[in-house]
């Protein structure tokens, strides 16, 4: 079993900057796919971005390329997400979720129904 808890969500002016943090504990050995994801009221839940641990390789959603940045911390099994230039509609629930890589890694790997583990979600507001 993976533990994740996520942190750093707030609310932000439209144009400013939030990071996540996902920290992950208990059976963390081995490779996994590590996915950011939102959900706002009344929508689906979507995929924001998607990063391996094994090498670092990483995928974004087309609405937030350019300006959102994943990466991860091998040392303490933690994630993260850097929010650049956020925009009103980035307003939403964030959660990060995991599942062990099993095959080639692609951005398919973390597709919502297929993620094993998933934090209890952080709010993200952008508003003025």
């Known amino acids: 079993q993976v533990h994740l808890v996520e942190s750093g969500g707030g609310q932000v002016q439209p144009g400013g900057s939030l990071r996540l943090s996902c920290v992950a504990s208990?059976?963390?050995?081995?490779?996994?796919?590590i996915g950011w994801f939102r959900q706002a009221p009344g929508r689906e839940r979507e995929l924001v971005s998607c990063?391996?641990?094994?090498?670092?390789?990483?995928y974004y959603g087309d609405a937030v390329k350019d300006r959102f940045t994943t990466g991860r911390n091998s040392a303490d099994y933690s994630a993260y997400l850097q929010m650049d230039d956020l925009k009103p509609e980035d307003t939403a629930v964030y959660y990060c979720?995991?599942?062990?890589?099993?095959?080639?890694?692609?951005?398919?790997?973390?597709?919502?129904?297929?993620?094993?583990?998933w934090g209890s979600g952080t709010q993200v507001t952008v508003s003025s």
């Open positions: 990063i391996s641990t094994m090498d670092g390789s990483r």
């Open positions: 208990g059976r963390t050995a081995g490779y996994y796919a």
């Open positions: 979720a995991a599942v062990p890589i099993r095959g080639a890694f692609s951005m398919w790997t973390c597709s919502t129904s297929d993620m094993d583990y």
